[in-house]
């Protein structure tokens, strides 16, 4: 299985920071790796699918980068509506995976 | 606009089964994978297990931790995916959710709202 490894785990910013999250694989997948954000009792929230691409209706203040095993996840302007965990997703191949997620909290 | 409902969700005993129901709109449900994804209260997301398309048989994939308890179906004719659990364990303790795959891209691009099941005596 690929194992995919978020951190950090959990992160405090400020309102109008910038703030990164990255993504690691233990192989790699190509470019099938997608972003999702998930508020507290909410379903998860498709944001960014093979490493850069937005999904419709998502802010450009979502961005993402990486390749082969390395991605991140950048949130600018931070807004208290960021508030949420933000996971990573590979769909490379089975099983699919997920990290454990990334809190973010404003300070 | 993409609909995606889950029922079914409910308490069930150690041992016990139980059918989800992920109810589509909203666009042509045999055209796409399917998929359910669990989250334990306080967990993270764990993947489930896929229903291709029409085009591909409905063929399945599962995740090990549920291969051979859980079967993943489809009625076309109701738009629906479905989620047999059966011989279910406390640990099976989730909000289940379904997704919708993208044709092209392949990611999990809809999401429903999710149903509670808990497995417990």
């Known amino acids: 299985d690929i194992q995919m490894t978020q951190s950090p785990s959990s992160l405090s910013a400020s309102v109008g920071d910038r703030v990164t999250i990255t993504c690691r694989a233990s192989q790699g997948i190509s470019n099938s790796l997608a972003w999702f954000q998930q508020k507290p009792g909410k379903a998860p929230r498709s944001l960014i699918y093979?490493?850069?691409n937005l999904q419709s209706g998502v802010p450009s203040k979502f961005s993402g980068s990486g390749s082969g095993t390395d991605f991140t996840l950048t949130i600018s302007d931070l807004q208290p509506e960021d508030v949420a965990t933000y996971y990573c997703q590979q769909y490379n191949s089975y099983p699919i995976t997920f990290g454990q997620g990334t809190r973010l909290e404003i300070k | 606009e993409v609909q995606l409902v889950e029922s079914g969700g409910d308490l069930v005993q150690p041992g016990g089964s139980l059918r989800l129901c992920c109810a589509a709109?909203?666009?042509?449900?045999?055209?796409?994978?399917m998929e359910w994804v669990r989250q334990a209260p306080g967990k993270g997301l764990e993947w489930v297990g896929r229903?291709?398309?029409?085009?591909?048989?409905?063929?399945?994939e599962y995740a090990a931790s549920v291969k051979g308890r859980f079967t993943i179906s489809r009625d076309e004719s109701k738009n629906s995916l479905y989620l047999q659990m059966n011989s279910l364990k406390t640990e099976d303790t989730a909000v289940y959710y379904c997704?919708?795959?993208?044709?092209?891209?392949?990611?999990?691009?809809?999401w429903g709202q999710g149903t509670l099941v808990t497995v417990s005596t």
């Open positions: 229903s291709r398309n029409k085009a591909n048989s409905y063929t399945t």
């Open positions: 997704a919708r795959i993208n044709s092209r891209w392949h990611d999990f691009d809809s």
């Open positions: 093979a490493i850069f």
């Open positions: 709109s909203g666009f042509i449900f045999s055209d796409h994978y």
